[in-house]
Structures are given as structure tokens and as C-alpha cells.
């Protein structure tokens, strides 16, 4: 499934976020309760003519009073729309949170390096760490620009000395790589913070 922007997901289906807005919704089925200020009283007073003539609701973050007129067949238009729009929320949700984006979230950075830190995993865990970033290198990685994996290790590990441009090949050779690291090398209490001091040293990395 591709990844739909923040900007444009709610819009497949011709919605957009102010147009489902309580305050938009309220206006299209009904009219604000309007107050006005009375000078010999010295105070703001509610017109009265639609007391008990309406269904009123009190919504808006300022308190506002609608009188609601609409019929059935208006609501129930909106009714469907609301629906739709939690669908697409529903659908969004499920992408966040499906496959490499369960665990890493989504990449959005053009240019990235992976630290790997494995510290003491046993074999089970190891392949575990690595089945995860396989799929993170197969499903995100080839939607962005250039990358880079760092291994923190007593000998720091580097797949490629600089960030490298995104191909089919060269993500099939990161993961190739990956799959060849020994989950006995050696660290020390140091080696995570100088993997990240490395990855910070491309100057082309954003992330």
C-alpha cells in the first residue's frame, strides 16, 4: 500500500478536515443562537424568539447555542460522510501500524543511517533483530534517497563508508550483509555512543 501523506489522505474520496468540523457541520444544519449587546442593560442578551421552537445544541470551544432546523435526509447525508471519513482513519491506522511501521514507524527523513546495537542477543533474538530490519530496508528504505547501516561493535562495522544511493541492488546487498554479522562480535560500553558519533559524521545524513 503506498504511503499517503498526512496532507492528502483525508481527501480520496473529495473530504476534507474543515468540512467535517463540528462548527462547519453545525452551520450547514442549523443557525447560531445569537446574542447581542443591549446598551440601556449594559449586558449581552440572547434572542428568545426561537426558545422551544428548535432542538438547540451547544457546541464550538466558545460555547455557541445552535438552533437545529435540518431534516432527517441532511443529517443522515453527513451521517455518511462522518462514516466514510472514519473509515479512511481506520485504513490509516491499520497502514501505521502494519508491518516495519509497527516497529520503526514511518521513515520520512530522504537520507538515513540504521545503528545496530544487538548487545548480548542470543542466536533466536539476533535473527529476530534482523528479520525486523529486513523488512524495514525492503519496505521503507527503498522509498527514500540514500542510507547507510552501522554495526556498534568493539571494531565498529560499516555496510558502506558513506551514505549510499537507495537501488534495488544496493538494499539487496545491505540485507545480504546483514544476514552475514557474527552475533558473537565483540562491544564495549562504548561502542553504541561511537556507531552514532560515525553516523553523525555523514554530513548528507538527516536521520
Not at 445552535?66 to 473509515?87: G, S
Not at 490509516?92 to 501500524?97: A, G, K, N, P
Not at 544487538?118 to 521503507?140: N, Y
Request: glycine content about 4%; hydrophobic content about 40%; some cysteine.
Amino acid at each position: 500500500q503506498p504511503l499517503i501523506s498526512s496532507s492528502t489522505w483525508l481527501q480520496l474520496h473529495g473530504l476534507k478536515r474543515n468540512k467535517l468540523s463540528l462548527t462547519h457541520i453545525l452551520s450547514q444544519i442549523g443557525f447560531q443562537h445569537r446574542k447581542d449587546y443591549v446598551t440601556t442593560l449594559g449586558k449581552l442578551v440572547a434572542s428568545r424568539y426561537a426558545d422551544g421552537l428548535f432542538p438547540q445544541y451547544k457546541g464550538g470551544q466558545d460555547g455557541s447555542v445552535y438552533n437545529l432546523t435540518a431534516k432527517k435526509e441532511l443529517i443522515l447525508r453527513f451521517v455518511d460522510c462522518l462514516m466514510e471519513a472514519i473509515d479512511l482513519y481506520k485504513q490509516r491506522m491499520e497502514w501505521l501500524t502494519s508491518e516495519s511501521r509497527q516497529i520503526f514507524g514511518v521513515i520520512q527523513e530522504r537520507c538515513i543511517v540504521i545503528v545496530l546495537d544487538f548487545g548480548t542477543a542470543a542466536q533466536t533474538e539476533f535473527d529476530l533483530c534482523r528479520h525486523a530490519l529486513s523488512m524495514v530496508l525492503v519496505e521503507q528504505v527503498t522509498q527514500i534517497a540514500k542510507f547507510n547501516l552501522i554495526r556498534a561493535a568493539q571494531d565498529l562495522m560499516k555496510w558502506q563508508q558513506k551514505s549510499t544511493p537507495v537501488s534495488q541492488h544496493t538494499v539487496k546487498s545491505a540485507v545480504t550483509w546483514l544476514w552475514k554479522l557474527d552475533p558473537m562480535t565483540a562491544a564495549n560500553h562504548t561502542s553504541s555512543t561511537e556507531a552514532l558519533l560515525e553516523a553523525m559524521s555523514d554530513e548528507a545524513v538527516s536521520s
